[in-house]
């Protein structure tokens, strides 16, 4: 099976042919003591969609994703995975995130493993997959995200960017029927972006489910089928790329997206008032 296999596999659809849904967010709650960080979120991400996620900071995406991976549990709604209440009483959370891949903004690799152990360890502890075929997959994931030839490395002989396909490719070895992408590239010094921004890309177009949340607006507008912005735990608007970043309708987007593109561009025009930076 390949890594993409999971997602490109046929799902069942509704008669008129719509896509089946691989995640559902029904009024989904969570809070930090006072701190509401998602106040009722209802989202749904169809087979093969690529989801961005876009916000300030704070607004809660990241919590969205843990949510979505169960590593949060929620305070009210529920969530679905292709149709299943995983946020229920007695869900086997072990067994569930073997079909959520999540890849954050810190690589989180073993230093003490080279690339393809860290590769197969879970594969091999948690699905009590062979060595030998556990290892055959991982140079094949490594393959696919460039770095067949590091899966004798240490982590330290590696750079961040490599690093984090290693990572990549750690979360494929599951074969996961949804991957998350937290911030992936924002530890990444900028040369080193664009790497693991293309191997992000082969993978939306290989037809796998992903949400993604970052800040790279070229990735959400080339790679992404629906960008979504959030604010305040909310989703304040969301549609196709085109309409979100160049068309919004949301006062509050457009003021995002504003900061986003002067600091895109440069921070000598910029000033600093109690409200922050305008």
Known sequence: MTAGSASEAELPADPAG????????????????????????????????TLVVIGPSGSGKSTLLRCINLLEPIDGGRI?????????????????????????????LFPHLKAIDNVTLAARRVRKVSRSEAEARALELLKRVG????????PHQLSGGQQQRVAIARALMM???V???????????????????????????SGMTMVVVTHEMQFAREVGDRVLFMDEGRIVEQGVPADVLDR???ERTRRFLRRSL?????????????????
């Open 18 to 49: 719509a896509k089946a849904q691989v995640i559902q967010a029904e009024g989904v709650r969570k809070r930090f003591g006072d701190n509401i960080v998602l106040d009722g979120i209802d989202l749904a991400v169809d087979a093969g969609e």
């Open 80 to 108: 679905l995975l292709e149709g299943e209440e995983i946020t229920r009483k007695g869900a086997k959370v072990a067994t569930i995130r073997q079909r959520i891949g999540i890849v954050f903004q810190q690589f989180n």
């Open 147 to 154: 770095l067949e030839e590091k899966a004798r490395e240490y």
């Open 175 to 177: 074969e996961p029927h």
């Open 179 to 205: 991957m998350l992408f937290d911030e992936v590239t924002s530890a990444l010094d900028p040369e080193l972006v664009g790497e693991v921004l293309v191997v992000m890309r082969d993978l939306a177009q």
């Open 248 to 250: 919004p309708r949301e």
């Open 262 to 278: 002067q600091l895109a561009r440069s921070l000598e025009e910029l000033t600093i008032d109690q409200g922050g930076a305008e």
